[in-house]
């Protein structure tokens, strides 16, 4: 590994370009908030070394942001998780029938939005949490379980969207309701996308 | 979005943050895209947009590295729409890491981001995952991923 290092520090030897001019040139110049980036504004005025035309960098900017993720920002809410709510995600969560009754017993459970999913490292691994998914998602309620306004469950699930040539998993922006046991989702019907007639059973089931 | 006033003091924190991070920031972007124009134009892009907030941001150096990684990484997505990138580096002021860039084209973007910020910028797992607005856990498995997946391209290339 020490020669990966060795690789990386290769890339001190390319000078940078002194960009100091640059950003305060556009520092200067009024925004236009018609494109949206972080909280999130992008001039349309481009500099020197301006690029892609405004349309398809709007359409980049949207799939980059939604694989990069960002605390501040709204993920965009049309995700299909159908990978993940379809079928059994861990051999135990079949072993119940889904019931509002068997729903309260589950020591989790809350209403979130995928924003990260992190497939199996290697399948045929022989450590157990290299063969999981690890599916990140931003908290809008806990109905129990947790309070962090982020929370990362496993599941062993695999997603199908997600691809080496870099593009976004589709259920990246999905809104949940979601529940299972330790750190693992369960699905047959204990996670399923949300609808408000659903989160009313899910608030039922836990009291609230 | 209210674009707060350049003040002097705002000005040297910025030109100070520019001057011991710029270059860093501005190879970690080359290494996450493998585009010089599209790494001048996030980091210039980056700290245009968070000169403009002034104060309204806690963290600047975050904040710059954070949007400056979003901004190049939806450029790279835009270009992957309307052109076909290159397997090779052209440039001949890549030549150093020519074989690198070619490697990192193989990895995803999280996991080449994740491997960038940690083995070039030298930021710990809880850093990156600030800046990707991931998790901890996430990025070490990015890393993990990454690593493996460098080590046998770079073989594959040295063979």
Redesign the interface.
Known sequence: ?S???E??R????????D??E???A??????D?TVV???R???RGR?P?????AF??L???????A???????TVMATGDASWLTDGSSSTLSCVEEFTPENLARRSWAFDGTI??V?PP?DLESPNPDEQVT?V?FRVTRWYTGGSDE?V?VKTSNVPGG???N?DADPSIGARLLASGEAEYLWGCGFTMPYTEQDAAVFAAAFGG | MQTAAVTPEIKDRFEGLYREHGDRLWRSLLLFTGRPEIASDAAAEAFAQAIRRGDQIRDPLAWVWRAAFKIASGELAAERRTVELVDEPTDPMLEPVADLLAALRRLTPHQRASITLHHHAGYSYREIARILGSSTSAVGVHIHRAKRLLRAALEDRDE
Not at chain 1, 26 to 31: F, M, V, Y
Request: aromatic share 4%.
């Open positions: 590994m020669d990966l290092h690789r990386f290769r890339t001190d030897r390319i000078s940078a370009p960009l100091s640059e950003l305060w556009r520092a200067s110049r009024p925004e908030d980036v972080l909280d504004v992008r001039p500099g070394v301006a690029l892609a035309a398809t960098l359409a980049g900017l949207a799939v980059g942001a694989m990069l993720g960002d605390a501040d920002e924003i990260e992190v490292v690890l990140t982020t990362i997600v691809t080496m870099g």
